[in-house]
């Protein structure tokens, strides 16, 4: 079936316990979970995986990085950002969070520029229809975050 979260995050979830080293298994995990709307579990998956290990998956550092970012631990997702850039600096996740930490500091132009980068990159065939959807869904969800912080600042 087509949309079964909760199937599909148990199948996830079985096959890391099986492989509990997995980075890709412990990002499928923590990306279903948050699909749930369980950031807590995926919190717990990723505790479990240091990024300064220099061997996980740029998917699973973005997510990382992006859970530091709400949690409002800039400093963190920025060491972690800067791992994902190394690995894959075209990367659709790595160029969106790149424009979150830039939009965190106020620096609006440079966002809006790495923005646009990994939107050539998805319009250039450079990623999977996956990482195109990636890039979308990571790109609002933060924007949307962050406009509230924002807008709740100011008023």
């Not at 996980?56 to 800067?82: F, H, R, Y």
């Not at 990367?91 to 646009?116: F, H, I, M, P, V």
């Amino acid at each position: 079936r087509s949309g079964d979260y909760p199937a599909a995050y148990q199948h996830a979830l079985s096959a890391f316990n099986q492989q509990p080293t997995s980075g890709f298994l412990a990002y499928l995990v923590s990306e279903l979970s948050l699909a749930m709307n369980q950031p807590q579990d995926a919190n717990e998956i990723l505790a479990k995986f240091d990024p300064e290990t220099g061997r996980l998956p740029v998917e699973l550092l973005c997510m990382q990085a992006e859970m530091k970012l709400d949690e409002d631990e800039e400093t963190l997702a920025g060491k972690i950002a800067g791992q994902c850039v190394s690995l894959e600096p075209l990367n659709s996740r790595t160029l969106a969070l790149q424009a979150r930490l830039l939009a965190r500091k106020g620096d609006w132009k440079e966002a809006g520029e790495a923005l646009d980068e990994g939107a050539g990159v998805v319009g250039r065939g450079g990623v999977s229809e996956r990482g195109a959807a990636t890039f979308a869904c990571v790109s609002v969800q933060g924007e949307l975050r962050d406009h509230n912080r924002f807008t709740a600042n100011i008023e």
